[in-house]
């Protein structure tokens, strides 16, 4: 589970923007977009429908903020009130638990022992009794703490981009920054779901925290390749939350910081 090093809320005007949520026409299956393409499927509507994440074709850039880039290269100690709002201009309308946040990532590729939709997944809703196969994310991703960690809650951090597409000498100039105590920084928008299968108690419910990662793909590899923290700026949507209220509760149960 993520340390929680600091957290505020911000509300975004309605504008343009880079960044959106969308909905099909019968408001079932849900997708988080890129300059208006579809860039991944985050489940559908029903809250007792299996928590999937599905990377699709608009899948493929980085969203960086202007003008704060180095502020993400050295790392953010604490919420800054104007970058907060400067990072926002690239996200929808919506109201957000802004979240600063220390994890250690884990480098996942789909089918593979730590995979949560070949393992957690299966245990928990069973398997596809059309496709008698896992849910495919279709990409790799990062999963958040160690598999003992608590059993109901679940974290992911999931990659705009695919892994092929880094710069491996700039990955490894983060590696060595970060070896050396360095404070990196992503930049996400995050989705909460409270899900499980109509059979199970609500208590014994999954709650899944994803991190769509939009700024911050070499840092978090390097992270992973070092198994030191890397920090995250995420942004919380409340409107993709089953409630304001849930949101809420989320925030207070991350683990805060050391000290």
């Known amino acids: 589970m993520s340390a929680l090093l600091d957290h505020a809320q911000l509300t975004v005007p309605s504008r343009p923007s880079v960044v959106g949520f969308e909905r099909d026409a019968d408001g079932w299956s849900r997708y988080l977009t890129l300059a208006d393409a579809r860039a991944y499927l985050i489940g559908g509507a029903c809250d007792t429908c299996d928590f999937v994440f599905e990377r699709l074709g608009g899948a493929n850039q980085t969203v960086s903020p202007a003008d704060i880039g180095d502020a993400f290269r050295n790392g953010l100690d604490a919420l800054d009130g104007d970058l907060v709002e400067n990072a926002a201009k690239v996200l929808p309308p919506d109201r957000y638990r802004v979240l600063l946040l220390e994890l250690e990532p884990r480098l996942v590729r789909p089918g593979e022992s730590d995979d949560y939709f070949a393992h957690e997944a299966i245990e928990f809703w069973g398997i596809d009794g059309f496709w008698g196969l896992p849910h495919n994310p279709h990409t790799e991703y990062y999963r958040v703490g160690l598999p003992e960690t608590a059993r109901r809650f679940f974290e992911f951090v999931v990659p705009m981009v695919p892994r092929s597409w ?43 925290l994803t991190h769509y990662l939009l700024d911050g793909h070499h840092k978090l590899l390097a992270a992973a390749r070092a198994g030191l923290p890397v920090r995250v700026l995420s942004y919380l949507s409340e409107s993709q939350a089953p409630t304001p209220e849930l949101a809420d509760e989320l925030v207070g149960h991350l683990r805060p910081a050391d000290g």
């Open 166 to 208: 880094l710069n491996e000498e700039v990955v490894a100039e983060y590696e060595t920054r970060l070896r050396a105590g360095a404070r990196q920084t992503g930049f996400a928008i995050s989705v909460l779901e409270v899900r499980g299968p109509h059979w199970v108690r609500e208590d014994d419910n999954h709650w899944c």
